[in-house]
């Protein structure tokens, strides 16, 4: 959420660095609102202390044998204007509050106006794969090798469903193993949060209202709103909700394993099918609370991790910073890390890695005791993939396959499978 001082002190500047992700806003509305809500507040309390000093005075008039029937007729009356201006300042601060709630994070002074077609690429690893043999697609890979089995997922859960088995279920727990260690080794507090969420949850991760419609909600029979998270990321920001954080304790970095749960609304690109794109898939969260002033290095940390963990299993793939429109609405800045999938001829984001600054903080009002002032300010927050196995075990079997049909498993993860170095063909 953004601090509507920084809109009135300078909403012209605001409105040009929205403008690199909107097509147009105008604060119009909003400066009319804002100023007639002051211009209330004021009213209402000079009225109040019109008020109580006038009710202090009746009992010594009354004494005094002093008339007080004109005194009762304007105090009723001013209590009559206080309610009208209550009514009004209500009608007033839910029309800011929806206002300023719908409004996206301000870009980052670095990054890219526009959409999608303006996202750069910071730097890329490795080769892509060159066989002398005609390749299969992910599809037929995990099929021949038993790793995934695509018609009994879509059987039990419909379409965008898929089934682990045998080893692919060894595979994806492979991964998820490999990269909890990574995470553990590095410092960061492992935490299993809850996959059923509540509203607030929703509203401070910068989600909701705008974007409700995009998450699984539970019927649970009364009022409350409830969802399946659609990652953890929804949950780590409410780790602090409507706490103060000691100066000392920062950075707090976490890191959680959860299945992500989305409705992904829109059809599916033919070149999509199998595990690119689906309903349900696993993933390792990395997330920090900073001070202000650490949050960029903080940034570069996160990326630094997700991009390790892809480079040593090996995998061909690029960093990019995400141009404004296609960076999500809470954060001011992303970098994905994208894998090629060779039979698809692109790469596909396998981690972003985002600086929110206080846009989250500000709705969930997390804070932190600074220590030399000791004033609470807002933390910033920062979240990345570390990572999504749903894209790393296409690119994984087609960056790894052989002529026979086999695929060689990267070396970081044959401890957790048993030292086993190859997947084989079942039929």
Known sequence: MLDINLIRKN??????????????????????????????????????????????QIPQIKKAGGDIAQIQTEMRDVSTRIKTIETELAEIEHNIHQFIESLPNIPADDVPPGDKENNRVVRTWGEKPAPDFDPQDHVELVTHLRLIDYERGVKMGGTGFWLYIGDGARLEWALLNYFIDSHINDGYEFVLPPHILNEACGFTAGQFPKFADDVFHLKTGDDKVQFLLPTSETALINFYRDEIIPETDLPKKFFSYTPCYRKEAGSYRAQERGMIRGHQFNKIEMFQFTRPEDSEDALEELIDKAEKLTRDLGLH???????????????????????????????????SASNASDYQARRGSIRFKRTETGKNELVHTLNASGLATSRIIPAIVEQNQNSDGSVTIPEVLRPYLGGKEIFEPVD
């Open 11 to 56: 909403p012209e500047r605001v409105a040009q660095a929205l403008k690199k992700r909107m097509d147009d806003i105008d604060f119009t509305d909003l400066l009319v609102w804002d100023e007639k809500r002051r211009a209330h507040i004021a009213e209402a309390g000079q009225l109040r202390a019109k008020r109580n000093s006038v009710s202090a």
């Open 317 to 351: 793939h690029r960093v990019s910073m995400l141009a404004a429109k296609d960076v999500s609405a809470s954060m001011a800045k992303t970098y994905d890390i994208e894998v090629w999938i060779p039979s698809m001829n692109e790469y596909k984001e396998v981690s």
